[in-house]
């Protein structure tokens, strides 16, 4: 731990230098460092050190407390920029899983069934010998990685892959994102962008929630405009708790965004309410959009969306006028990141409507920031791999999917084909996340090698032969991240405290011993800390000065608005046609195209949405005792139903009801509420792990994925997470 640590002394010595380095640092205050040192005797082992938390992908900066060994307490850092000095509850009750009963401790193989603990070296060897037989009989394509990126996991997971030659490296994308960005590519040639909220007079968010799927710095953004007066609506089937800094709630029929979106473009086209010159200099297929918009009027949308004729119309008319400090906000997951069949085709919607309010890089508007990158290494140190051959697989199957994220359910499909043969999961929990778990098993079941890298035993890790235990996050420095925005900055995951289990390794020892194993060791010839002082020294850094900073960033980079950016589309313009969404079957310009499943008639049927708790992520905190309290005291459980379909279905509040369909069937509470579409039903999506050795989470709950069905999006890949329709009838009824 020692060389990790700052002790004071190294900290008052380090600072000064560090100023250089690290400009606009807010590292951590003489008095809170004074805080911490309460005990204030020399013979106390006591240090601080930043991370980044690992309970979401927003990875937020801290400094950890570190008193005998043990974490005491974090304080954001002021400088992370999506953090900005404030963590969410979740970074607080997560950092616990490091000293978490359930944490696996040892390499474990499945034997009759069961996981007996082995050693490292049987593991690696083992693995290392099906590697090999798989490559030798199918190539390397036949081998897949999924994972969740993390920085250290990305670097490490991607290298070790294309070592042995496959390109197969997915990410959770394919359940999280990307449809929409995806469909955003093929608009405007980048996958992302950023609504400059705070600043705005106007901005519209679409099936997001910042107060409950949270980023700090998101909600500090939200808050800052909303103090400003600024308009800011919320488009969803469920009342989120962002209303609490909105003026508005849209209660939308869940899956019909996407003519939501056709009707205010219909607005803003037909009353001319944009700008001809900005539409003629920067777009292509202006033309055929607007002709199709001719019968996308708002009564039209109205009977599809459950939205008033007026509301669109208003909204659309007061987007317009408040442009271009006005933009639909880029959304996540919940509407159509992934949700539907017509997902990948409402990101394009949105695009091009955000198009037609001239808002790309204005102040208010919605911009794309600037980065900075790790630059190139020495050679000698760090050898190149070579580009794995071929594509990675789904790419031609699915061509508007990302290659830099791949249709990783696609690949679960080819594993119950044979076509691959061994999978890697690396901080990710694809059973219970990604689609249907008894299916993805089933897909799982078929393969002649399986691995999980984890640190307590999931349903991915129940599902594999071979599980292997990482360190916790605090217990490991890793990879330096790069984070893109209006300043740009990097970040530090240092070891805040020593390793509890000492027969766990952390991620870079687990790759660079497991490619030695499989031959290709020549590419893993350094530590952790030189890859990580080399990449940053090509940005004028180093990794002790960041070890002392935590965060530096970028103000010479700093994004500045107005400067139309270059469209990186095939065109070189902003496209509202596109011959890729033609040639993958969609229509050129976006239209409407309904979600697969609907809902039936019938009073106790309903499409089946989840959404985020604040207290939780994903899979990964329901066995965080501190966290699961909560849920326990506060009935987070319950599944939300409106109110009027409640009182015809003879449901109160707080009744036990089954929830059923083709895939699964189960009984839960519920919250009859006003506050949800009637033909929408809200299961939080955190909850009904089926893992035994997660003592904590087992049992609580349903989870939403077991009730949807496995389905692919056409072109796009994503998983049609909300194309589940259920039945409801109160028990004993
Ligand atoms: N607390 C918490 N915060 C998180 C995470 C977490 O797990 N927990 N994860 C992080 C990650 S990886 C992600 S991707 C983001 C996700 O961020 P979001 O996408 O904002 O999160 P969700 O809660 O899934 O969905 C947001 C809202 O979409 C609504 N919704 C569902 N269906 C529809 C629909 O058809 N149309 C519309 N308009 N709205 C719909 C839901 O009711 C929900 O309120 O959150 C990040 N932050
Ligand atoms: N049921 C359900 N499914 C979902 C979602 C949901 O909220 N609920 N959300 C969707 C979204 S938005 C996304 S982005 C994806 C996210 O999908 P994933 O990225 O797979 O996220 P989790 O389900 O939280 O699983 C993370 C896994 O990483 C493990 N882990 C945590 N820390 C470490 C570590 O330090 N090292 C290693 N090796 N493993 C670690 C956890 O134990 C867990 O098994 O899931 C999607 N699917
Ligand atoms: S938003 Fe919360 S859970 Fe996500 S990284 Fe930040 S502190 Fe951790
Ligand atoms: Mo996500």
Redesign the pocket.
């Known amino acids: 731990m020692s060389e990790n640590a700052i002790t004071r002394r190294s900290f008052l010595a380090g600072s000064a230098g560090v100023a250089a380095v690290a400009a606009g640092a807010g590292f951590l205050s003489f008095n809170a460092w004074e805080q911490a040192d309460a005990r204030g005797t020399s013979d106390i082992d006591h240090h601080t050190a930043h991370s980044l938390c690992?309970s979401c992908?927003s990875k937020c900066g801290f400094t950890g407390y570190v008193v005998d060994g043990k974490l005491g307490k974090m304080i954001g850092d002021a400088n992370h920029p999506n953090c900005e000095g404030t963590l969410c509850g979740r970074g607080y009750g997560f950092a616990s899983?490091a000293y978490n009963e359930d944490r696996l401790t040892d390499p474990l193989k499945k034997n009759g069934g069961k996981f007996e603990k082995i050693t490292w070296d049987q593991a690696y060897s083992e693995i290392a010998e099906k590697v090999k037989a798989i490559i030798d009989e199918k190539g390397p394509q036949a081998l897949a990685m999924v994972q969740?990126p993390?920085p250290s996991?990305s670097y490490y997971t991607k290298r070790f892959m294309n070592a042995l030659g496959s390109p197969n490296v997915y990410t959770?994308g394919a359940?999280?994102?990307m449809s929409k960005n995806a469909g955003f590519t093929q608009v405007i040639g980048t996958g992302d962008f950023t609504s400059d909220v705070a600043n705005s007079k106007m901005t519209m968010f679409i099936g997001r929630s910042y107060a409950d799927a949270i980023k700090p710095s998101q909600l500090h953004a939200m808050q800052k405009a909303h103090e400003n007066g600024a308009e800011l609506v919320i488009v969803d089937p469920r009342l989120n708790n962002s209303i609490a800094f909105a003026d508005e709630w849209v209660p939308i029929n869940p899956g019909t965004d996407l003519a939501f979106i056709l009707a205010m473009a219909h607005v803003v086209v037909h009353n001319k309410l944009y700008d001809a010159s900005y539409i003629a200099e920067n777009t292509v297929g202006f033309e055929e959009w607007a002709d199709y918009l001719k019968d996308c009027t708002p009564a039209w949308a109205e009977e599809i969306t459950g939205i008033s004729k007026d509301t669109i119309e208003r909204l659309a008319t007061d987007l317009a006028t408040a442009a271009p400090a006005a933009s639909i906000e880029p959304s996540w997951?919940g509407a159509y990141?992934c949700s539907y069949a017509n997902s990948g085709e409402t990101a394009r919607a949105v695009c091009c409507f955000n198009t037609l309010l001239g808002c790309w890089n204005q102040e208010g508007g919605a911009f794309f920031g600037n980065s900075v990158k790790a630059g190139n290494l020495d050679k000698e140190k760090f050898p190149p791999v070579p580009k794995p051959e071929g594509k990675i697989a789904g790419a031609d199957e699915y061509p508007l999917s990302l290659a830099g994220m791949g249709v990783n359910v696609y690949a679960a499909e080819l594993a119950k084909k044979g076509e691959i043969k061994g999978m890697f999961f690396?901080?990710?929990?694809?059973v219970?996340?990604?689609s249907n778990p008894k299916y993805l098993e089933d897909c799982l079941s078929n393969l002649e090698l399986s691995v999980a890298?984890?640190?307590?035993m999931?349903e991915?890790c129940q599902a594999c032969d071979y599980v292997l235990p990482?360190?916790?996050?605090l217990e490991r420095l890793e990879v330096p991240e790069f984070i893109g925005g209006k300043i740009p900055a990097v970040s530090l995951r240092d070891q805040v405290i020593e390793k509890i289990h000492p027969n766990t390794k952390p991620?870079d020892e687990i790759f660079t011993e497991l490619a030695e194993a499989c031959g290709v060791g020549e590419y893993f010839p350094f530590t952790i800390e030189e890859l990580a002082d080399a990449q940053l020294r090509t940005v004028g850094l180093t990794l002790d000065g960041l070890r002392v900073a935590g965060t530096a960033r970028f103000p010479e980079k700093t994004f500045k608005f107005g400067k139309t950016p270059t469209w990186k589309t095939p065109t070189g313009k902003i496209q509202f046609s596109s011959d890729a969404c033609h040639a993958a079957g969609y229509p050129s310009v976006p239209q409407w195209t309904e979600p697969v499943a609907s809902v039936p008639e019938g009073d106790n049927y309903f499409r089946l949405i989840?959404g985020?708790q604040a207290v939780h992520?994903?899979?990964?905190t329901a066995n965080v005792p501190a966290l699961m309290n909560i849920s326990k005291q506060y009935n987070l459980d319950r599944v939300w139903i409106n109110a009027s379909r409640a009182a015809k279905l003879g449901i109160a509040e707080g009744d036990e009801v089954e929830i059923s369909n083709d895939e699964a069937k189960g009984t839960v509470k519920v919250h009859v509420t006003e506050r949800i579409n009637p033909e929408a039903l809200y299961m939080p999506?955190?909850y009904g792990c089926s893992s035994k050795d997660e003592k904590t989470a087992y049992g609580f709950g349903l989870?939403?994925?077991d009730f949807v069905p496995f389905r692919i999006e056409p072109g796009y890949g994503g998983i049609c997470?909300q194309e589940a329709i259920v039945s409801v009838r109160k028990v004993g009824a």
């Not at 690396?426 to 694809?430: E, T, V």
């Open positions: 690992n992908s899983i969740d993390r996991g959770h359940a999280c994102n997951r990141g690396y901080n990710s929990n694809m219970a996340g990604y890298i984890d640190i307590q999931t991915t990482d360190t916790s996050y991620v989840g985020k992520t994903h899979t990964q999506s955190h989870r939403q994925m997470s």
